[in-house]
């Protein structure tokens, strides 16, 4: 699921703050609305993000959070490529 | 993993991951002018205390209308960004200890200045132990030994005041405001503006 690396970059990103606004998250990857929220979409099928949406200043704002599952999810895929790599350095 | 990377692309995929959790960390917002915002505050209040019309008011006036102005910065400076940079938990955790310094300094003048039992010795102490506390706190979120520096000098203000003269314990409190406020400002100032042209290079 976080293989792709549009997904991949998003959870990482969320990582690292308690909630993002799409706009932010657009602006630091630097996908296009669609795209972006069609990934935000997987991630939330998936369970590895939530999703809020409001109005703020009556203009709409949607945040993204991280769930559990998804810094689970994340943490296991580190542990996968640092394993691969490992494995390839010995090779 | 649903195909065999090969190394480049596994290194490529975890330079990815680095990349975007260091990103999402930064901070673009700049705070080394409020140090020396606040340390032009302090010596105006000091000043006006000490040579102005109506003394009692100088420090509530000076830190009310620093705050508003303070207040008043912080929301054109957001106002300008086209997208909210996120709150990180390091983030709020300096914030809480900042705003959390600033009330309870806020309530002490104003209590003191109220009850009639302000004391110079006692008011430089308590401002100079309450700055250590928080420049000390901040310093070991961001475990940044400079900023530590800071809150020992402001500690070290704090004792003059216990113990020094009068003129020992003004001259303390102009030299540490001046340091830790004015030059320390600049000072992350100058790495604020460093990281922002290295973020565009």
Redesign the interface.
Known sequence: MI?G?LR??LL??????????F??L???TGSTDGNLGAQLLKLEEAGYVTVEKKFVNKKPQTTYRITEAGRQS?AE??R???Q??GS??DA | ??EP???QE??D??S??????????RTTESWGWTFVFWGVAYLVAIAWSSWGPKAFLAWPVTMIAATLLMCARIAAQRRRK????????LG?AIFSVWVTTGMAMFLLLIFLSMSGRFDWHVFIAVVCALLGLANAASSLILKWNTQFGCAVFWWGAMAAACFGSDRIAIAALLVTIFVCQIVFGVYCMVLEAREREATHA
């Open positions: 293989h690396k991949l970059a990482s990103l969320l990582v690292g703050v308690e909630e993002a606004e706009t932010w657009r602006a630091k994340l895929y580190v996968a490529i640092k691969l790599l390839a350095m | 993993m649903t990377l090969n190394s596994l290194q995929r975890f990815l991951i680095e990349n975007m959790i260091a990103e999402g960390r086209p997208e909210k940079q996120p709150d990180t938990t709020r």
